[in-house]
């Protein structure tokens, strides 16, 4: 079956405006996860769903960022009043908690470049 | 805080010898590591995950290790071919099955 999808694949905004990426992720899993990875960095966690769980959002990295999960499917990352800090990639993961143990499946990720 | 910890710098090895790359944690043990190998512009992809109960995990050619009294995993890629050259990320879990990363390492195998 098809993978997680993201979008877009690539954003380039003005400092100061909102954006929105989108996450698709497989069907069937539970569990949604966003990540954000700067250039030459590991992942660093943002935030994580579990069907109707209250999401943990400990990883935001402030009130600017915010996510929510429709339907326990389709997931929205906003970013509002994006800096220039904020560029990065963004990567999308879902994982079934069908089993013992999760191994997480990415998305392609998607390039915020904030100009 | 828990912390993985991977060398930061690039290991560049001669196809057909075998690569390890180092994970080490801090605190407490977790309940399982996981690697994933992540190429330029994609996303991670799993590989492999190791229990804390487990010294040793293999699939294919490659291998991981668990040392609890270290609080290191190691991974070997036996026969190394140019086509493994990405970058490998050791991860570890948290509560809610939340991963924490290492920075990842770089791994070229020249021909």
């Known amino acids: 079956g098809a993978g997680v999808s993201q979008s877009p694949s690539n954003k380039v905004t003005e400092k100061g405006k909102d954006v929105e990426l989108r996450c698709d992720p497989i069907s069937g899993h539970t569990a949604l996860y966003w990540y954000r990875q700067s250039l030459g960095q590991g992942l660093e966690f943002l935030i994580y769903?579990?069907?109707?769980?209250?999401?943990?959002k400990s990883g935001l990295p402030s009130d600017r960022f915010s996510a929510e999960r429709t339907g326990g499917s389709v997931s929205t990352l906003t970013i509002q009043r994006t800096q220039q800090e904020d560029s990065a990639v963004y990567l999308c993961a879902s994982s079934s908690q069908a089993g013992l143990v999760y191994e997480q499946y990415f998305g392609p990720g998607t390039r915020l470049t904030v100009t | 805080s828990q912390k993985i910890e991977q060398n930061s710098e690039a290991l560049n090895i001669q196809e057909g010898k075998t690569a390890t790359l180092t994970c080490n944690y801090t605190?407490?043990?977790?309940?399982?590591l996981q690697w994933y190998r992540q190429d330029p512009g994609r996303g991670p992809v799993f590989l492999l995950l190791?229990?804390?109960?487990?010294k040793e995990k293999r699939k294919e050619r490659l291998k991981v290790t668990f040392d609890t009294t270290l609080k290191q995993s190691l991974f070997h890629i036996t026969a190394s071919q140019p086509a493994d050259s990405a970058t490998y990320l050791c991860a570890r879990n948290n509560a809610g099955n939340m991963l924490t990363f290492g920075g990842g390492t770089r791994l070229m195998v020249k021909p």
């Open positions: 190791i229990r804390e109960n487990e």
């Open positions: 769903f579990q069907g109707n769980s209250a999401p943990d």
């Open positions: 605190n407490y043990s977790p309940a399982y």
